[in-house]
């Protein structure tokens, strides 16, 4: 995993996957001693709702949620991996992460009517500042050194722009503002207090089912959208960090990590790279038409232990 701030190379994980076990390694103490806010879709999704009962712990770092609740892997996602079978005494994680959300779902423009409005990352953020509030105020007792802020957006502003029949040109004019806004929320954490920054890169989810694994007509422009989409987060991600001198932003980049379990399916105990295993997420590496199963999860997840260990999370 690189974190670039950082200029911190990890090396690509050997295809061998470590079981995460179910039992948290924490030393219990009274209160936590790091915090991990994590907000995305249903990639980084656990089914945390700020609202409910358990909150986090160093006992139950995670949560309410269950397990494998409404996880779109079958079981381990990355944020399971991450602290599971680490050694992250007193962190705790509270994943706003919603299935479905957008950077923004007004400016991104969907065509197709749904049932119930869509959320967004605005609705997570939201709830952050209601339930937990800014580094001055807080009861929990985060701070800017003790908390590291996670994002992991992308995969349905680009989506939705492909649904909605826009070619990669089209779609990179409706995806401009909302690219805007995604830094703008950034800048609204910075005011709240928050000085450290992890940005994770759209994956290359053109190589899902829903895209007949990279071969449908539309995955080309679904291709070269993640492309755009990520440079323009690489180069605003350069301009927020001379905007905000303080802020200490990195950027994780999931693309080589999915695509060595894509390329090496044998290696991972898939029988190929063109099947998924549904509900189960494994043996193959799609777990349903459109989300990563657990080899690809896990992969991805013990590149983040440790690449923010090397940020000191």
Same mark, same amino acid.
Request: include cysteine; glycine fraction near 8%; charge should be positive.
């Given at each position: 995993?690189?974190?670039?701030?950082?200029? %911190?190379?990890?090396?690509?994980?050997?295809?061998?996957i470590?079981?995460?076990?179910?039992?948290?390694?924490? %030393?219990?103490?009274?209160?936590?001693?790091?915090?991990?806010?994590?907000?995305?879709?249903?990639? %980084?999704?656990?089914?945390?709702?700020v609202?409910?009962?358990?909150?986090?712990?160093?006992?139950?770092?995670?949560?309410?949620?269950?397990?494998?609740?409404t996880r779109?892997?079958?079981?381990?996602?990355?944020?399971?991996?991450?602290?599971?079978?680490n050694?992250?005494?007193?962190?705790?994680?509270?994943?706003?992460?919603?299935?479905?959300?957008?950077?923004?779902?007004?400016?991104?423009?969907?065509?197709?009517?749904?049932?119930?409005?869509?959320?967004?990352?605005?609705?997570?953020?939201?709830?952050?500042?209601?339930?937990?509030?800014?580094?001055?105020?807080?009861?929990?007792?985060?701070?800017?050194?003790?908390?590291?802020?996670?994002?992991?957006?992308?995969?349905?502003?680009?989506?939705?722009?492909?649904?909605?029949?826009?070619?990669?040109?089209?779609?990179?004019?409706?995806?401009?503002?909302?690219?805007?806004?995604?830094?703008?929320?950034?800048?609204?954490?910075?005011?709240?207090?928050?000085?450290?920054?992890?940005?994770?890169?759209?994956?290359?989810?053109?190589?899902?089912?829903?895209?007949?694994?990279?071969?449908?007509?539309?995955?080309?422009?679904?291709?070269?959208?993640?492309?755009?989409?990520?440079?323009?987060?690489?180069?605003?991600?350069?301009?927020?960090?001379?905007?905000?001198?303080?802020?200490?932003?990195?950027?994780a980049?999931?693309?080589?990590?999915?695509?060595?379990?894509?390329?090496?399916?044998?290696?991972?105990?898939?029988?190929?790279?063109?099947?998924?295993?549904?509900?189960?997420?494994?043996?193959?590496?799609?777990?349903?038409?459109?989300?990563?199963?657990?080899?690809?999860?896990?992969?991805?997840?013990?590149?983040?232990? %440790?690449?923010?260990?090397?940020?000191?999370?």
């Amino acid at each position: 995993m690189v974190f670039s701030s950082f200029l %911190t190379s990890v090396l690509l994980l050997s295809g061998s996957i470590v079981e995460a076990g179910l039992v948290h390694r924490q %030393t219990q103490t009274t209160k936590p001693s790091k915090f991990l806010f994590i907000f995305g879709d249903s990639y %980084t999704s656990t089914g945390f709702n700020v609202s409910n009962s358990p909150q986090p712990s160093v006992s139950n770092p995670l949560g309410n949620g269950g397990y494998p609740g409404t996880r779109t892997s079958g079981g381990d996602g990355w944020v399971d991996v991450i602290m599971k079978n680490n050694s992250r005494p007193g962190t705790v994680v509270y994943n706003f992460a919603v299935v479905g959300d957008p950077v923004n779902a007004t400016l991104v423009q969907p065509t197709v009517a749904l049932p119930t409005p869509i959320a967004d990352y605005r609705d997570q953020m939201r709830a952050f500042t209601s339930a937990i509030g800014s580094a001055s105020s807080n009861k929990i007792g985060w701070n800017a050194t003790n908390s590291l802020f996670i994002s992991y957006f992308g995969i349905n502003d680009v989506s939705i722009q492909v649904a909605a029949g826009r070619n990669a040109s089209a779609g990179q004019k409706v995806l401009l503002p909302d690219l805007v806004d995604y830094f703008n929320i950034f800048g609204d954490q910075y005011k709240l207090g928050v000085r450290k920054f992890v940005l994770i890169l759209v994956p290359p989810f053109f190589r899902a089912p829903v895209y007949s694994y990279g071969n449908s007509t539309s995955a080309p422009d679904v291709k070269n959208l993640t492309i755009w989409f990520n440079s323009q987060v690489k180069s605003r991600a350069a301009s927020f960090r001379s905007q905000y001198p303080l802020a200490n932003l990195s950027i994780a980049d999931p693309t080589p990590y999915f695509n060595a379990v894509l390329d090496n399916p044998a290696r991972y105990g898939a029988p190929n790279s063109t099947c998924l295993s549904y509900p189960a997420g494994q043996p193959c590496l799609w777990h349903d038409f459109a989300h990563p199963g657990i080899a690809i999860q896990r992969t991805f997840g013990q590149a983040m232990s %440790t690449g923010l260990k090397s940020l000191g999370f």
